[in-house]
């Protein structure tokens, strides 16, 4: 079976403009989960949705970032406008449920830096 | 709000030989969930293992093993005949049985094997 497939893989940007990431979570799975990592401040949960709804977006560090899930295999986190501090690996991950401790299955992850 | 903590920034085991990760957590609830995920140089997160709070009996998978301490709120990961395919970055996650499905997790371990 396909794992979450994520794209793209890298993505270098100038300040100022429009980024679109984007992630195609597991079939089936009805949570999804966006995620940053950074050397100084590592994993952090950014947005997540369950059943294409968002229930906790309290990470999402400003509004200049949004995320939305038109349907249940899509998923897109946009920065406009892109900052270099933004510069990060983001990681869209989904899982089934929560009973019994669905472990979430992650992408390969996207590759972000803003010159 | 849950913090996990890895006291190791990095660690190095001989090849063959056996290594123990350290994780502590904090927390006031008593249903949850603890994982640890590996993060070799190519970024994929890979599930290693999970731990629910409520068995008191130790996960296992083939070289990897838990020592999970709820008391002490202790999770850590011990793997067994190491190989240099483990040389990783190592993260202990939380994830609470009641609110919601996101994961908590810990600054990472740097895992070195030396052949």
């Known amino acids: 079976d396909a794992g979450v497939i994520q794209s793209p893989r890298h993505e270098v940007t100038e300040m100022g403009q429009e980024v679109t990431l984007r992630c195609k979570p597991i079939s089936g799975h009805d949570y999804l989960f966006w995620y940053r990592q950074t050397m100084m401040r590592g994993l952090e949960l950014l947005i997540y949705?369950?059943?294409?709804?968002?229930?906790?977006d309290s990470g999402m560090p400003e509004d200049r970032f949004s995320a939305k899930m038109p349907n249940a295999s899509f998923s897109t986190l946009k920065i406009q406008p892109s900052e270099p501090r933004d510069s990060a690996v983001y990681f869209c991950?989904?899982?089934?449920?929560?009973?019994?401790?669905?472990?979430?299955?992650f992408g390969d992850g996207t590759r972000l830096s803003i010159l | 709000a849950q913090t996990v903590t890895q006291s190791q920034p990095e660690m190095s085991v001989q090849e063959a030989e056996t290594v123990t990760l350290s994780c502590t957590y904090d927390?006031?609830?008593?249903?949850?969930?603890l994982f640890w995920y590996k993060q070799p140089p190519s970024r994929q997160m890979i599930l290693v293992i999970r731990?629910?709070?409520?068995?008191?009996q130790n996960a296992t998978e083939n070289r990897f093993s838990v020592n999970f301490q709820k008391a002490a709120k202790s999770f850590s990961l011990k793997i067994s005949d190491s190989q240099l395919g483990d040389a990783a970055m190592y993260f202990c996650?939380?994830?609470?049985?009641?609110?919601?499905?996101?994961?908590?997790f810990g600054g990472g371990t740097r895992l070195m094997v030396k052949p």
């Open positions: 949705f369950n059943n294409n709804v968002p229930i906790d």
């Open positions: 996650a939380y994830r609470s049985g009641n609110a919601g499905n996101m994961l908590t």
């Open positions: 927390t006031s609830e008593s249903d949850y969930y």
């Open positions: 991950a989904s899982s089934l449920g929560t009973g019994k401790g669905q472990p979430q299955h």
């Open positions: 731990q629910e709070a409520y068995k008191q």
